[in-house]
């Protein structure tokens, strides 16, 4: 079946880097775009970042414009959220996330990410 498995959370000091990891299995994660997105305690769960099926397409939200990088191996089917310069706002879960071509949601367990000092 259709899995997104995320890893490479965990607490880290503000400045700091993460990268983290999502392992798609059950299908060709090679046809979608696929997307990151977070959730903080009390808010909604926001866009942080997608990339285009071939990798060569990305969107950031404003808020981690320029510290985060999307990335996608296809042959490992893997993607990858780079983090740089994190701050204390950047604590969320984090979620990776596919919709397939009948329009059906796919989300991950999630990875939990503390910036704290």
């Known amino acids: 079946q259709v899995q997104l498995v995320e890893s490479g959370g965990g607490l880290v000091q503000p400045g700091g880097s993460l990268r983290l990891s999502c392992a798609a299995s059950?299908?060709?994660?090679?046809?979608?775009?696929m997307t990151w997105y977070r959730q903080a305690p009390g808010k909604e769960r926001e866009f942080v970042a997608r990339i285009s099926f071939t990798g060569g397409n990305s969107k950031y939200a404003d808020s981690v414009e320029g510290r985060f990088t999307i990335s996608r191996d296809n042959l490992k089917n893997e993607v990858y959220l780079h983090m740089n310069s994190l701050k204390p706002e950047d604590t969320a879960v984090y979620y990776c996330?596919?919709?397939?071509?009948?329009?059906?949601?796919?989300w991950g367990q999630g990875t939990q990410v503390t910036v704290s000092s």
């Open positions: 996330y596919f919709q397939d071509f009948g329009a059906r949601d796919y």
């Open positions: 059950g299908f060709a994660s090679c046809d979608y775009d």
